[in-house]
């Protein structure tokens, strides 16, 4: 039996937590009080965390997602065809590091958002001991949330880029889930939990919420199905539907140019970086992480063979192949 210790406003966790359901292994949930003191047992403080049936801890989600691919074989969340599988990764990859910046962005740029927000999730951490105790927490979390906003990124002048690539996501989600639930077949994948993470908060706060239901209600609700997916059979398809090129080529319009601008920024020693995209400005702190992002992706490309790149190339278009193909 596994534990998975998290929170219901942390996309990461719902991702994670969805991806047990589905493939079916054996967990609990565990939150609040049980979830902070789990921090204690890793590296890096941050949730989920997820205690293994040997009694150890791990967090990360996406090392989770594959050190789980290599325990448990039923109900892969990795498309047997490496063509798709590289394509599946890249868009967890780009909805764990970029999509995440909407998140972050609507739930602490509004105060509507900041003041509902900051209580629920205070409400979710203490279970109890009073609105008294629990809202003076809300508004030191509050506080300290919204001081870390340009550190990720997540200030006004960025965000009119982060919206319009999340509606462009949105849209393509829109026209895709009214005829079908999965991506790459009709089964999920790990690119449809780490979507699912990232829009399940855009699902709950109140700016956000608002405007899902309003332009995009099909893919809003189709949230509430990959919640629990655990009743879903399915195939992988040899095909790969246009939904999948759509998305791959809003990662490629941002998040490609993202990342390089990031690295360059690193390699330099430079504290921070900009660029433009989707004729939007963009800046903000160099981040380690990011750098070690481009290399798995570029180590991942580098280890398809000639009919996968042969599939993938063509959809990947040329900022993603330069991206990937740069030295470095």
């Known amino acids: 039996m596994y534990t998975l210790y998290g929170a ?39 949730i989920p965390v997820l205690q293994y049936p040997d ?34 990764h890249l868009l967890e990859d780009f909805a764990d590091e970029w999509l995440t910046k ?23 951490n203490l279970k109890g001991g009073g609105l008294q105790t629990s809202q003076g927490f809300a508004e030191a979390f509050r506080s300290r949330q919204v001081g870390r906003m340009a550190i990720v990124g997540c200030t006004r002048e960025n965000f009119p880029l982060i919206e319009a690539s999340t509606k462009a996501v949105l849209a393509a989600l829109e026209a895709h889930v009214v005829n079908r639930q ?3 077949g009709t089964r999920p994948s790990l690119a449809e939990f780490s979507i699912y993470g990232q829009l399940s908060q855009l699902g709950t706060d109140p700016t956000p919420q608002a405007m899902m239901r309003a332009e995009f209600p099909y893919s809003y609700r189709w949230l509430a199905h990959v919640d629990d997916m655990s009743g879903v059979d399915g ?3 040899d095909e790969i539907a246009p939904v999948v090129a759509e998305l791959v080529r809003i990662a490629g319009e941002v998040y490609a140019p993202f990342l390089l601008a990031n690295a ?6 430079a504290e921070t970086f ?55």
């Open 274 to 328: 900009s660029m433009t995209a989707m004729g939007l400005p963009y800046e903000q702190g160099t981040f380690k992480y990011q750098v070690k992002c481009l290399a798995d992706l570029r180590a991942r490309y580098a280890a398809l063979d000639g009919d996968a790149m042969a599939v993938v190339d063509p959809i990947l278009g040329s900022n993603w192949l330069s991206a990937l193909n740069a030295a470095g």
């Open 182 to 184: 999965s991506l790459f």
């Open 55 to 88: 009694g150890h801890f791990a967090n990360d989600s996406t090392p989770l997602v594959y050190d789980l691919e290599a325990r448990h074989a039923d109900r892969s969340l990795v498309p047997p065809s490496p063509a798709h599988a590289f394509l599946a």
């Open 102 to 124: 909407a998140m972050f962005g609507y739930r602490w740029l509004e105060e509507v958002d900041q003041i509902q927000m900051s209580r629920w999730l205070a409400f979710d």
């Open 235 to 237: 195939e992988w398809e």
């Open 264 to 269: 360059a920024a690193s390699e330099t020693g």
């Open 8 to 46: 219901l406003g942390s996309p990461y966790s719902m991702k994670m937590r969805a991806l047990l359901r589905y493939r079916r292994i054996a967990h609990i949930w565990k939150d609040g009080a049980a979830a902070r003191e789990a921090l204690q047992q890793v590296k890096a403080p941050v």
